[in-house]
């Protein structure tokens, strides 16, 4: 599907930095909206329901599964997360850029829905500083912690697939990479619009 708007999505292994890139993103380019997604694990300290995730039960996840509700949804770290078609289809179609925050398969999923959607991966420049910045954001146990650890291997192996990958050393720098991208791509979108109404225009088809 083609729609005015582009569609960015990023995917990490926990603890990469991807909340804090994209939300630096949000601050500095207001044409870029987040998707909220659809999560069964519970809310970390200063999370809200509906601005960091809408928090729901199993029974409401499965629901919404049920109901056709999701465009992706995967099970990551044990727990399921899923995005709903209501939180891009409409914006995308005004126009509007949406960024993505969700894992490798949830990735794949939107690629296969919008073939223009652009993924984006970051990647740590260490394990050992992946395991410090998820000890030092002191919100996980330490036996999610370990999980999180022993699941990145495996995403981290997925990084091939995306379109490209920014590794999150100096924060400032990655946060470059990343803008730099989303500005690429707007161009890019806007240069193809353009031609495909000239050509149409020249053809002389309304
Ligand atoms: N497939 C999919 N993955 C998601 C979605 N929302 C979040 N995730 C991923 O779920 C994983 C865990 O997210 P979270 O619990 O917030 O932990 P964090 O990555 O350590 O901040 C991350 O890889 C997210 O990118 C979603 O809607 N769909
Ligand atoms: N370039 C960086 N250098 C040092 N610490 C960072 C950097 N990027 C993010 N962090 C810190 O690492 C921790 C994990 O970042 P976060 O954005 O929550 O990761 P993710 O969303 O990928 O799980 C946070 O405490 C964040 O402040």
């Known amino acids: ?14 603890g990469a930095g991807k909340s804090s890139l994209v ?24 999370e809200k329901h509906g601005r960091e995730y809408f928090f729901v039960s199993e029974q409401e996840f ?23 078609r209501k939180a891009i289809e409409e914006r995308v179609a005004l126009g509007a850029d949406v960024v993505l925050e969700i894992d490798y398969q949830g990735a794949l999923q939107i690629k296969q829905a919008f073939v223009n959607a652009v993924l984006i991966f ?6 050992e500083e992946l395991r410090s910045r998820l000890e ?6 330490a036996d999610v912690i370990d999980l999180r650890l022993k699941n990145a291997e495996e995403e981290m192996a ?6 490209f ?16 991208i989303v500005h690429a791509q707007r161009l890019k979108y806007a240069a193809q619009r353009r031609a495909r109404a000239d050509t149409f225009e020249s053809l002389n088809i309304p």
């Open 1 to 14: 599907m083609d729609y005015p708007g582009n569609l960015f999505v990023v995917s990490a292994p926990s």
């Open 23 to 46: 939300k630096a993103l949000l601050e500095l380019d207001s044409h870029v909206q987040p998707s909220v997604s659809h999560t069964t694990r519970a809310p970390r300290g200063q």
């Open 62 to 84: 499965d629901a919404m599964v049920a109901a056709n509700g999701f465009v992706e949804w995967a099970n990551v770290h044990g727990r399921r997360y899923g995005t709903s």
């Open 122 to 127: 970051i990647l740590p420049p260490s394990w």
């Open 136 to 141: 030092r954001r002191g919100e996980d146990a």
């Open 158 to 163: 997925q990084a091939g697939k995306f379109d």
């Open 165 to 180: 990958v920014i590794i999150n050393e100096v924060f400032e720098r990655a946060l470059f990479d990343l803008k730099t």
